[in-house]
């Protein structure tokens, strides 16, 4: 009944820049936490940035100072402003939400389908 469609992935060039974006549909009572995750080939998936439903952020280190996390409550959406992008950041990159639904009031824990970057020395 949760629903996450992730946009904004592509081919760039080092030191460019993407937008990613999370749109969270169904049932949903209420959104708690969002964030990016990301998989490259060969690697375990991890944890990139996570955002409260106030707004406070998380980053992991490799991605501090480059990459900016915030939230639309109002659209149910999730942005990543990815920049100065380095070819260590190619990855499939994952949204993910965590909050309650109507109807049963349980929590849910739900992924995007994922979306591919790409970046180019």
């Known amino acids: 009944q949760v629903q996450l469609v992730e946009s904004g992935g592509g081919l760039v060039q080092a030191e460019g820049s993407l937008r990613l974006s999370c749109l969270v549909s169904?049932?949903?009572?209420?959104?708690?936490?969002m964030g990016w995750y990301r998989q490259a080939p060969g690697k375990q998936r991890e944890l990139v940035a996570t955002i409260g439903r106030g707004g406070s952020t998380n980053y992991a280190d490799s991605v501090k100072g480059r990459f900016t996390l915030s939230r639309d409550n109002a659209k149910n959406t999730v942005y990543l402003q990815m920049n100065s992008l380095k070819p260590e950041d190619t990855a499939v990159y994952y949204c993910?939400?965590?909050?309650?639904?109507?109807?049963?009031?349980?929590?849910?824990?739900?992924w995007g389908q994922g979306t591919q970057v790409t970046v180019s020395s």
């Open positions: 169904g049932t949903i009572f209420s959104i708690n936490a």
């Open positions: 993910n939400a965590k909050g309650l639904i109507i109807a049963p009031r349980q929590p849910y824990d739900c």
